[in-house]
T-cell receptor, first 114, second 109 residues
Framework: EAGVAQSPRYKIIEKRQSVAFWCNPI?????LYWYQQILGQGPKLLIQ????????DSQLPKDRFSAERLKGVDSTLKIQPAKLEDSAVYLC????????????FGAGTRLSVL | RKEVEQDPGPFNVPEGATVAFNCTYSNSASQSFFWYRQDCRKEPKLLMS???SGNEDGRFTAQLNRASQYISLLIRDSKLSDSATYLCAVNTRGNKLVFGAGTILRVKS
């Protein structure tokens, strides 16, 4: 079974530029999550989708971050404009459904903002 | 107070040693609990789920103490390959996972 796919693996940008990350969850998984993991910290949930609807985006900095999952499958997370403090690994995870607590993670996108 | 707290370590242990990590959580309504393992520059991978009174998987044992709001992970007969960061994760309503900052384990020969 294929796992959660993410791209790109690495991205280096300058502050105030924009960047987008892509995620394709495990086939059949209805719930998709985006996390931000800053060096030395645990992953922090940014946004949770159930199919193509947002369940929780309370920790998403909406002035600069946006995410969509238009067809209920793959998802895109965008940062515009990026700040230095956005340097982190952006992890995508998926689970079978809203009642399934076990999440499977992709390899992540490592973002460096210079 | 952080919602999930872990001792960051590092725990430096020799091969064959037994080591234990604790994780405390603040939300008494938390429903389920997990230990994830994260290797350097890799994604977190589920190690164990801890649902009720705990469970065991080979050399790994996880325990839950709801009264004191903590979970623990015990690793027996440590291997070099056990070196990693161990993340505690607590599931709240809506399947939201809150992670601790992780505990670093280094097993040395």
């Amino acid at each position: 079974e294929a796992g959660v796919a993410q791209s790109p693996r690495y991205k280096i940008i300058e502050k105030r530029q924009s960047v987008a990350f892509w995620c394709n969850p495990i086939s059949g998984h209805a719930t998709l999550y985006w996390y931000q993991q800053i060096l030395g910290q645990g992953p922090k949930l940014l946004i949770q989708f159930q199919n193509n609807g947002v369940v929780d985006d309370s920790q998403l900095p909406k002035d600069r971050f946006s995410a969509e999952r238009l067809k209920g499958v793959d998802s895109t997370l965008k940062i515009q404009p990026a700040k230095l403090e956005d340097s982190a690994v952006y992890l995508c995870a998926s689970s079978f459904g809203a009642s399934d607590p076990i999440q499977y993670f992709g390899a992540g996108t490592r973002l460096s903002v210079l | 107070r952080k919602e999930v707290e872990q001792d960051p370590g590092p725990f430096n242990v020799p091969e064959g040693a037994t080591v234990a990590f604790n994780c405390t959580y603040s939300n008494s309504a938390s429903q389920s609990f997990f230990w994830y393992r994260q290797d350097c520059r890799k994604e977190p991978k589920l190690l164990m789920s801890v649902y009720s009174s705990g469970n065991e998987d080979g050399r790994f044992t996880a325990q839950l103490n709801r009264a004191s709001q903590y979970i623990s992970l015990l690793i027996r007969d440590s291997k070099l390959s056990d070196s990693a960061t161990y993340l505690c994760a607590v599931n709240t309503r809506g399947n939201k996972l809150v992670f601790g900052a992780g505990t670093i384990l280094r097993v040395k020969s």
